[in-house]
């Protein structure tokens, strides 16, 4: 327990580095932007503090490509999604509420598609988890929301202070 203590001590500054992103994959101001390999490098880091804290049996351990996989390529499809999105914040255009209704459902699809399939995968794993190792779990989830928390409210607070326009005003 104080391995897995000391292992989210150890992740917690890159993670709210990564989380401190104000639009896009961009770092906190004067930071300049996090790079595919440093979001990559975060991930792999996710990847690692979770594996270590569950401390898989080697029955496990053939369940977890699945679980490694579906967290993977969810991280890649919000890294595309987040360039994508500062690449719009950059351009000077008109905003066209349909569109922009019609862009948001889309995403909002296929974030649920791959949070299906992020579910499928671990389903398996997690029924064969023991006790302690679903506590752990939970410890490393409930850091994890602690920090997306932060990163929103940081990322709502520079925006309040940055710009002229208030966001959270659109109409999504």
Known sequence: MIGVAMALFVVGAPMAYAQQATSGPTAAPGNGPLS????????????????????LTPEQEK????????????????????VTLAGH??????????QLYRQRSDVLAER??????LADAWQPLYQSLAPDQRTRLRIVAVHAIEGLRAGVENRRMDMD???DVDLWELPY
């Open 36 to 55: 595919q390999a440093d979001f990559k490098m975060l991930t792999d880091i996710r990847v690692g503090v979770i594996k270590a804290a569950l401390q």
């Open 63 to 82: 369940l977890w490509p699945a679980v490694e996989e579906a967290i993977r390529a969810r991280a890649e499809t919000r890294y595309r999604r987040l």
């Open 89 to 98: 914040m950059d351009q000077a255009r008109d905003i066209d509420p349909v």
């Open 112 to 117: 649920a598609a791959n949070l299906r399939k």
């Open 161 to 163: 202070d940055e710009d």
